[in-house]
């Protein structure tokens, strides 16, 4: 997966709603009604994540959860970055 230029992340930025790029990833921030529905998400996350063979770097407390996704690999951020935010958006879409 090649890194993308700043200007394509930019870009891309617009197909996504509520995610910030700074340093060298894509951050997000979810807060949920409890611990259980935010786990219960992360669960789900995990099994797209793994299926993408794409993981995100996340912590959790209580009922927040805050996720940066970058290609350690690359260096930066892909495309792959990109299509999991979107599988992310979609699962959170569908609480
Ligand atoms: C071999 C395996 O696919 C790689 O190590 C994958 C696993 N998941 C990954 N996830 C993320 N976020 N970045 C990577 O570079 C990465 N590499």
Known sequence: MIKLSESEIKEKL???DGWEYHDN??????EFNDFKDAFSVMTRIAFEAEAQQH????SNVYNKLHISL???????ITENDFNLAKTID???EGE
């Open 25 to 30: 990833a894509l951050h997000t921030t979810f």
């Open 90 to 92: 979609t699962i959170i």
């Open 14 to 16: 617009n197909d996504i």
């Open 70 to 76: 970058s290609t350690h690999d690359a260096g930066g």
């Open 55 to 58: 993981h995100p770097d996340w």
